[in-house]
């Protein structure tokens, strides 16, 4: 196996989100994962400890969000907050994905408010969770079709429109809220917008049932005539037609990393659960042989765990470049592609692998976690068509 190592001055952030992962996380996971729609309670202390990560600047384990240095005489390789927060969501979905979800103001709205509000948002946006609501009833995969809309009247936005699938959307203070300003100005037009719960005209209509991540509450949305303060929208007003989707898109170039790391995290779980099962088992997993000279699982093993080492590989890399200022659109579909259709394969296979033993542990809960994770945050389908795009230099109306 490649002795994939992370940076020495991230280790205390890691041993500190594996610790907690350990002792917080993961003696309640089965407990949340049986009483859906239960606030965890236990998550608030710890909660107010990433808190206290987040704001030394050294990065948490949640979605806090990425800023890109905009001091372009930097010079040489960082690793830095972006790398910190990967590192450290991977430790803590080791845990348990559906309880980092349930992590107050580690929403990924706030992801997108770190990564793109201006210093005075920030402020005033700080301590406050933030769910991130983009999906529609007719509307998934291509955000870009939003019908959400955004009308100014005088300094408030007057939004209208539903929104399904909002991870922590009941539990959240607020909502990102994803609207068009002029339907007739395509997707240049779609802005985001920071909607308070409380706010007149913003409706939770209901908590859904889910396969996994049950922890995590997923709710669904309305906004009737909602007025939303002007200094509320994210970036600029302005319509630029000539810039087009890009802005607000930049959002998932910061938050598509850490849904890979959240794979990479449960995958690591579940290999390392059914490699302590292989071994109770007698089945010897030997790296100095080849794979087909051995026991059909341990081969299978090897299997999975090479394709868990290059999207683990990909993932670190989509979040140093952001760390370096360099474009990173590319790397992290890559990685949450890669990431995402790994995780499931893994984490299924180790339930096969496992047998009758799977029901034991947690693994069978971490095969029913793993497919959300291959489609939250951009689809399977829609991460390989945005790195066709990308690699073959074709734009969204040339390439479908």
């Not at 991870?167 to 002029?182: I, K, N, Q």
């Not at 765990?305 to 659109?329: C, F, Q």
Request: aromatic share 6%.
């Amino acid at each position: 196996m490649i002795n994939l190592e992370a940076p020495k001055k991230a280790g205390a952030l890691i041993n500190q989100a594996y610790q907690a992962a350990a002792e917080v996380f993961r003696p309640i996971s089965r407990k949340y994962d049986r009483a859906e729609h239960t606030y965890p309670s236990e998550l608030d202390m710890f909660a107010a400890l990433l808190d206290g990560l987040n704001s030394s600047g050294e990065g948490g384990a949640g979605a806090a969000g990425v800023r890109r240095s905009k001091d372009e005489k930097e010079k040489g390789n960082r690793n830095g907050a972006n790398l910190n927060v990967v590192l450290g969501t991977i430790e803590m979905c080791w845990g348990d994905v559906g309880l980092l979800l349930s992590m107050p103001r580690q929403g990924l709205g706030n992801a997108a408010i770190g990564s793109v509000a201006t210093d005075e948002q920030l402020e005033r946006f700080s301590g406050m969770w933030a769910a991130m609501a983009i999906t529609e009833p007719s509307c998934g995969s291509d955000s870009a079709a939003i019908t959400a809309t955004a009308r100014l009247d005088g300094d408030h936005y007057v939004l209208n429109g539903e929104k399904i699938f909002v991870t922590s959307g009941e539990r959240a203070d607020a909502v990102v809220v994803w609207a068009t300003l002029d339907k007739s100005k395509g997707r240049a037009a779609i802005k985001s917008f920071v909607v308070e719960k409380g706010t007149p005209g913003f409706e939770v209509v209901r908590v859904e049932h889910k396969l996994g991540i049950r922890a995590s509450d997923t709710a669904v949305l309305r906004f009737e005539n909602c007025r939303v303060p002007a200094e509320n929208l994210l970036g600029t007003p302005e319509i630029d037609t000539a810039k087009g989707f890009a802005g607000v898109m930049q959002t998932f170039d910061n938050t598509r990393p850490l849904v890979a790391a959240m794979a990479i995290g449960v995958a690591r779980a579940a290999l390392e659960e059914t490699r302590r099962i292989l071994t109770e088992a007698g089945v010897v997993i030997d790296y100095d042989r080849p794979a087909n000279s051995q026991h059909a699982a341990a081969a299978e093993f090897l299997r999975l765990e090479a394709d868990y080492e290059s999207a683990y590989l990909l993932t670190l890399e989509s979040a140093w470049m952001a760390d370096n200022r360099k474009p990173n659109s590319l790397q992290a579909s890559m990685a949450k592609a890669k990431a995402g259709r790994s995780v499931v394969e893994i984490a299924l296979k180790c339930v096969e692998l496992t047998g009758a033993y799977g029901e034991e542990s947690l693994l069978e809960k971490w095969a029913r976690d793993a497919k959300i994770l291959d489609i939250f945050e951009g689809t399977q389908q829609i991460q390989q068509l945005i790195v066709a795009r990308r690699v073959l230099g074709k734009s969204s109306a040339e390439l479908k």
